[in-house]
C-alpha cells in the first residue's frame, strides 16, 4: 500500500498537491468560492456574531490558521479552542455562535464531546472532516469535507494540508455569503496555483532539507517562531519533531521572543524563523527580521524559511529553506511543507519508526 514509497508518511507528504486540489475540486463557480454542502445554509453564517473553532493537535493548527482567514474575510470574530478545555468551563455559547470542529479522522473523542456540548447549548455547529460519514460530522448540523484520502501515518501531514484548505474555502465562502468578500477573484487564483505551488516545494526543498536534518540528528531541542499564519506553523512544526523524533521542541509567535523564550538561546541552538513576505507587510517582516537578528547575535543556529528572493534574511541565516511567493493567508500551506520533511528525515536519521511513533495512536477515541 505504501507504493515504492520507505514510509506512509512520505507517501502522504508527496500526496500533499493532490490532497488540496481535490478538497478544492467543485469548490469554485465564476470566480467565486461556492461549497455545495452548504447550499441553502446562508443563515449558518449571517446569523452569527461569533465562531469558535474547536479541535485537537494538529488540527487545532489549522484552526488557528482559519482564525485569520475567517476574521479577514468574513468579518466575524473567531476564537480556538482545544476541545478539551472548551468543555469543561461554563462558555459563553448560544443560538449566536457557529462551532467549527476540525478533525481529519472524525472520531476524536474530545472534539465529538465539544461539538455534543455546543449543540446542546444551542450553538450551530458545522465540522471540517476527512472520514466520509464518521461520528462528528453526523453530529454536526453540515459538514464540509476535506478530501486528503486516507491517511495512514500518526503524524498528520496531508490531512494538516487539506484542512487548511477547507478553512480558506470556507472564509471565502462565508465572505461572500455574509457581503463582506466583493471581489474574490485575487484569492480564488490564489488557491487554485497552490497544488503546484506545493508541488514545486517538494520538488525543490526535499534533498536540502533531509541534507540538514541528517547533520542535524544528534540535536537535543529545536525551537520554531513565527508571526500571524507563520505562529501556527510554527507550532505544527514543533509537534511534528516531539512526536516522530522525540526531540523537545517549541513553537513560539516571533513576536513573544523577549517576554521569555530568548532566554532559552545559547550558541547553537538550532532556530526554524517563518519569515512572512515583505509584499504582505513590510513592518511585520522588519519585525521578524530584527527577531532573527537578536537570535543570531546569541548565537543561535537560524534556519530561515522565506519566500524567494526576500534577500533581507540572508545575512543572518545559517540556512535558508525557499518557498515560492503567495498571497499572506496561503503561505502556510507552503512553509509548512519543509518542515514535515525535517521531522520526517531526522527521525530517519535517528533510526526511528516514523509512521508508528511511541506512545502514539492515529485516532485518539478515549478522553
Ligand atoms: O483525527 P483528528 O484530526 O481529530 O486528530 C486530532 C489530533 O489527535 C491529531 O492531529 C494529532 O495531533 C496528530 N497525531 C498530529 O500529527
Redesign the pocket.
Known sequence: EKGGWSSFMAKEVAEQPEAVANTIRGRIQDGQVVIPELDGLDELFTGINRVIIT???????AALVGKYAIEQWARVAVDVEL?HEFRYRDPVIGADTLVV????????M??LMAVKYARERGARTLSV???QGAT?PRESDAVVYTHAGPEV?????K??SA?ITALLLLGLHMGRVRGTVADASTDVAELLALPEKVAAVLESEQEHVTQLAGWMADTRSVLFLGRHVGYPIAL?GA??LK??SYIHAEGFAAGELKHGPIALIEPGQPVFVLVPSPRHSALVHSKVVSNIQEIRARGARVIVVAEEGDAAVLPFADEVIHIPLAGPMFEPLLAVVPLQIFAMALATAKGLDVDQ?RN?????TVE
Request: hydrophobic residues 35%.
Open positions: 479541535a485537537c493537535g494538529t488540527a487545532s493548527y476541545a470542529s476540525i478533525s481529519q479522522s472524525g472520531e476524536t474530545d472534539t472532516c476527512n472520514t462528528i501515518a500518526v503524524a498528520s501531514t490531512a494538516f484542512q505544527e509537534l511534528k512526536e516522530i511513533p502514539l495512536a492515529k485516532s485518539v
